[in-house]
T-cell receptor, first 119, second 113 residues
Framework: DTEVTQTPKHLVMGMTNKKSLKCEQH?????MYWYKQKAKKPPELMFV???????INESVPSRFSPECPNSSLLNLHLHALQPEDSALYLC??????????????????FGAGTRLSVL | GEDVEQSLFLSVREGDSSVINCTYT??????LYWYKQEPGAGLQLLTY?????DMKQDQRLTVLLNKKDKHLSLRIADTQTGDSAIYFC?????????????FGKGTKLSVKP
């Protein structure tokens, strides 16, 4: 089983709303990732959690706030977004997010994504 | 800097073979991946190859790696209409794979009946 589940599948929000995206995996993976993907573009890394600690923040605006309550769950809290934040938000997980000699256990598995529209 | 290049479009007829090419720049890449993305969906890991391998075959998929030329290809045998999707090449760089996947822009494969 290599399933990463994201909810909701679609989300429409206004610029003053607060919403959250959720991601869950039960593969025992200890690294989880948030990516943003605009139309016809490759995914761009936003955040990486490794062993429930934020380890990479790719200079993402503070209106995006990640949270990792436990090793199976990853949230992305959204507040005061802009229309240009509309995109597909993808979650991924890998067995081990540690640095060092990469092994197959660092292969990332992706969820189906949340399609976000900001009005 | 790191860069992954792919052609943007490929069109083939059903039953033919498809070959999607990719070039990368980072010689320290250790794993190279092919992901498939259908419209409106997430990324599905198709296959990957370790940098000390030249070839990997998995059913209809064959991955060839030319490390000297930094060239990766994905061959899909007997291409079906269900193979129509965008295919992303990606490399993991440096001493670990944590978050440092570099994606190409994706090749849109269209399969005509």
């Amino acid at each position: 089983d290599t399933e990463v589940t994201q909810t909701p599948k679609h989300l429409v929000m206004g610029m003053t709303n607060k919403k959250s995206l959720k991601c869950e995996q039960h593969m025992g993976h200890r690294a989880m990732y948030w990516y943003k993907q605009k139309a016809k573009k490759p995914p761009e890394l936003m955040f990486v959690y490794s062993y429930e600690k934020l380890s990479i923040n790719e200079s993402v605006p503070s209106r995006f706030s990640p949270e990792c309550p436990n090793s199976s769950l990853l949230n992305l809290h959204l507040h005061a977004l802009q229309p240009e934040d509309s995109a597909l938000y993808l979650c991924a997980s890998s067995q081990d997010g540690g640095t060092g000699w990469p092994l197959a256990k660092n292969i990332q598995y992706f969820g189906a994504g949340t399609r976000l529209s900001v009005l | 800097g790191e860069d992954v290049e792919q052609s943007l479009f490929l069109s083939v007829r059903e039953g033919d073979s498809s070959v999607i090419n990719c070039t990368y720049t980072d010689s320290s890449s250790t794993y190279l991946y092919w992901y498939k993305q259908e419209p409106g969906a997430g990324l599905q890991l198709l296959t990957y190859i370790f940098s000390n391998m030249d070839m990997k075959q998995d059913q209809r998929l064959t991955v060839l790696l030319n490390k000297k030329d930094k060239h990766l290809s994905l061959r899909i045998a007997d291409t079906q209409t269900g193979d129509s999707a965008i295919y992303f090449c990606a490399e993991s760089i440096g001493g670990g794979s944590q978050g440092n996947l570099i994606f190409g822009k994706g090749t849109k494969l269209s399969v005509k009946p």
